[in-house]
Structure formats: C-alpha cells, structure tokens
C-alpha cells in the first residue's frame, strides 16, 4: 500500500536558523497537505499543494510539491519558538484515492 | 465556529476491557475520520465516513474495533476487548463534502482521547 517517510525524524535548531523536512511517497499523489502539531495538541492544516511543481508560501514557510508529486518539502525561514512543533506531511495516492496517509512526522524543537 | 467535540478525554482501562469514544464534527462537514495516534507517529486512519457511509475502513482491525455514524452527524469508537497495543490517541476529525473541481478539503481535527491500556 501507499507510504508516506518523511525525513528527518528529529531536527534541533538555533532560533533565527533555517528548517527543512522532507517527505517522500511511494506512489504519485493525486494532492499533499501539511499539518502542524504542537506538543500536546491535535494536527493543524497548514496547506494543501494539488499542481506538479507546485510552491506555496506562507510568511516564513515554503511549500513544494515535486514535478512528480512523489515528494514535498517544507522550509520555515529565520525560525522563531513558535515554530516548535511535529511537521507532518499526508498524501492522498491518484485514481480517485480518498484516504489521507500521514507521514511520521519531523519533530522540530528550538534553543532560543 | 465550534470546533470537532471529542470525548472523554482521557480513558485509562485494563486489557480485555471495553472502551467507546465519541465525536461531533463540525456543523456541515459531511466526513467524518477516525485516526490512532501511537506517540511518536503519524495518525493512521482507522475508518472515514461520508454521511452516514464508510468511504475506507481497510485499517480498521475489526475483531475488536467498531465504529457508527448513524444519523450522519455524531460518530462512536468502540474497543472490544483492549489490547495493550491499542495505548495511544484517538482523533476524530472532519472535513466538508469534496466539491466537484475541487480538491479535497482540508481535515480539522478535535482534541484527541488519550487512551492507556494496562
């Protein structure tokens, strides 16, 4: 079945360094979402990318989706304490595919 | 807006005991998920319904695992019987009906019932 990794597992930064997790499918993904989860709490949406190629940004995060749309990737600029938190990325596989498969998730935590 | 309502919270029961979880989506939103969350890990779908159907259950181990949404609105969870394993978060979440041309929408997701079996 469809798999979703994510890399890497862990990433420890300085505040105001750059961050970027990868996320890789086994299989062409119809579309991808990002979600953010603070420790404790429940998955947010942060975006979804539905085109090959496609970028999105959002003040200090960049989205992409690979020509592909086999991979994404999320870069956060000059992070900032607020950014702690678990990355996911989920895909949802082609041909009509309506389940959403979750990657593992990269944990970021931040030394200010 | 109101957000997805989950409850209980918090369940801690013996193996072998059986457990049920509730969740209110959101007003509207005609799917309805249910995910496990093992710490550590992505949420894993266990069953998706559309309305009042199941959409995708293909992970759901349903010797011990059940789930309804009989009016299309509320959903229920039950485990019967709990196994060790089955420690971890349960996370309902929600989404509006997939338009047509549009792609899928996004998930909003209630606070979780943190489940400890022991």
């Known amino acids: 079945g469809q798999q979703v990794m994510q890399i890497p597992q862990y990433q420890h930064v300085q505040e105001g360094e750059d961050f970027t997790t990868y996320c890789n499918s086994s299989?062409?993904?119809?579309?991808i979402q990002w979600y953010k989860q603070r420790p404790g709490g429940h998955p947010v949406f942060l975006i979804q990318?539905?085109?090959?190629?496609e970028v999105k940004k959002q003040k200090r995060l960049t989205f992409q989706f690979g020509e592909a749309k086999k991979n994404s990737s999320l870069h956060i600029t000059a992070t900032q304490t607020t950014d702690v938190g678990t990355y996911f990325c989920?895909?949802?596989?082609?041909?009509?595919?309506?389940?959403?498969?979750f990657g593992q998730g990269t944990r970021l935590t931040i030394n200010p | 807006e109101a957000g997805v309502a989950q409850s209980p919270r918090y369940k801690i029961i013996e193996k072998r005991q059986s457990v049920a979880f509730w969740c209110n989506p959101i007003?509207?939103?005609?799917?309805l998920y249910w995910y496990q969350q093992i710490l550590g890990q992505g949420p894993k779908l266990l069953i998706q319904?559309?309305?009042?159907?199941?959409?995708?259950d293909s992970q759901l181990p349903k010797d011990r695992f059940s789930a309804e949404r009989l009016k299309g609105v509320d959903s229920t969870l039950k485990i019967q019987p709990a196994k060790l394993e089955d420690s971890a978060v349960y996370l309902c979440?929600?989404?509006?009906?997939?338009?047509?041309?549009?792609?899928?929408?996004?998930?909003?997701f209630g606070p979780g019932t943190r489940l400890t079996v022991l």
């Open positions: 979440a929600s989404s509006l009906y997939p338009s047509a041309g549009a792609a899928y929408n996004e998930q909003f």
């Open positions: 299989t062409t993904l119809s579309n």
């Open positions: 990318l539905v085109k090959s190629g």
């Open positions: 989920a895909g949802r596989g082609g041909q009509g595919a309506q389940k959403l498969v």
């Open positions: 007003s509207g939103h005609a799917t």
């Open positions: 319904f559309q309305n009042n159907g199941v959409v995708d």
